[in-house]
């Protein structure tokens, strides 16, 4: 009579991941009893300060930040494989390195 692995699943995945989804489908069926579903989902509080991501907040002083995450043209990393940097190897763009100083290190 113990909560089995599965039971666990659908209520983590399916229920709490998808709460906004299944409450849209429960709103516009007229269905009972699905009211907690509005409570799920909600982790964020008033206090946390939204306009500087937190990754930026832990950077260490004195290096650049290249680009401010969302701007549109900014710095971005892509991993891949290219022509110039074969399997298992990574490159920047010469004009990237001349506008740095030649500081970035890989």
């Known amino acids: ?4 692995g599965g039971a666990c699943l659908v209520i983590a995945e399916g229920l ?9 489908t429960v709103d516009k069926l007229g269905l009972d ?10 982790h964020k509080t ?5 306009s500087t991501p937190k990754y930026l907040q832990d950077s ?9 995450p969302g701007r549109p043209g ?3 990393l892509v991993y891949g494989r290219a022509r ?4 298992a190897a ?14 970035v290190a890989i």
């Open 33 to 42: 009893g699905w009211e907690f579903l509005a409570d799920l989902g909600h």
């Open 1 to 4: 009579n113990g909560i089995r």
């Open 60 to 68: 260490v002083g004195g290096r650049p930040v290249l680009a401010h």
């Open 46 to 50: 008033d206090d946390e300060d939204q």
């Open 74 to 76: 900014g710095f971005r």
């Open 16 to 24: 709490c991941q998808k709460a906004a989804k299944i409450r849209k």
């Open 90 to 103: 990574c490159a920047v763009n010469p004009a990237t390195m001349v506008i740095l100083q030649h500081f």
């Open 84 to 87: 110039t940097t074969g399997l």
